[in-house]
């Protein structure tokens, strides 16, 4: 059951009423959930008359663009391409969201903008351990899909939609079923009660679910289906312990062109295979390994990512990071890296990050 408490969602709404310009932050390279929670509050705030806009360290992928490309133009800035703009947007604002992550430093380039930032600070978020000391509001919880989710129940307990979904504006209502079915594979882990009943709800509001799906995962390159091919045919390692390992280096992702999110939901693939408990992906960025992790019940993503990856997230998702060359020298050594983390790992007490 999530729990919303009354009084916050009054303090929530008496600082929307007064803010003039609003600003909406989510976390660097935004996925579905971030971009679809940036989105829907976005147009919910735009219809109450506010002036808005969205500010993100790196730009959306193209994929989702049917939901972002409602965005009035010049009203969703990244860093990334003009960071004047964004720092204009950040620090000129009075209300400020922070959607989808728990500490100013998930924000990246952005995160000194933000701790220098004088405007009133609201967290919206489902991951673990938040940073309450940089927010005015917090809306923390973890047992719920996605911020999609989450803030979907919160617009709900206002005064402005009273439990009905159909009063959000259509756009709104698209943009969080989006973030929810992204951050949950498609109704495939992070499910809850709650979950299905915002799904429902959304439906009977006239989401377009079919659209949606098409979107998402109809309209992919060429190229990303063919390297998820060469990825699992002769790249794909499985260990003896029952995690399975995919490493992307640089000079693959320019042979296949890759753009960013080409890749999204790679590391969920492995799972499918019996004997697999835990999937790592591996990617190799400029002067690091981006690492993300999948898990089936009874591992914790989570605990591995915070052991051996310097990451966290949750329970069965998370994500990190191996740093060159402190970590490893270069990319050639992951493989040797993430074998004996993960053997270490698979072979002590599973425990939660929580539990310690």
Known sequence: MIDISPSEISALEQLIRRAEKITVTAHMRPDGDAAGSCVALYHCLKEMGKEVRI????????????????????HMIDWETDESEARKAICGCDLIFSLDYNAFHRTGKMEQAMNDCTAYR???????NPDRGEFGLVFSETEVSSTAEYLYHILMATSI???????????????LMTGMTTDTNNFANS?????????????EAGVDRDMMTGHLYNEYRESRVRLMG?????????????VAYMILDRKTIEKYGLQEGDTEGFVNIPLS?????????FKEDTDRIRVSIRSKKG?????????????????LAAGGRLTI???????????SYAENAVRKFMNEKQTSCTEQ
């Open 273 to 281: 295979i019996g004997k697999v408990r835990m999937s790592c992906f």
């Open 191 to 203: 499910v809850f009660p709650s979950t299905l009943r915002m799904a429902s709800s959304l439906l």
């Open 161 to 175: 939609y009273c439990g009905d979904a159909g009063k959000l504006p259509p756009v709104s209502a698209l943009a």
């Open 299 to 315: 591992i914790s993503a989570n605990r591995c990512a915070a052991l051996y990856f310097h990451g966290g997230g949750h329970e």
């Open 230 to 242: 060469e990825l699992l045919y002769t790249n794909m390692k499985i260990t003896g312990d029952g």
């Open 325 to 335: 060359p402190d970590d490893v020298k270069s990319v050639s050594e992951v493989a």
């Open 55 to 74: 500010v993100l360290p790196d730009a959306c992928p193209g994929y989702l663009g049917f939901i972002t490309d409602t965005v009035s133009p010049g």
């Open 122 to 128: 609201i967290l919206i978020d489902h991951h673990l």
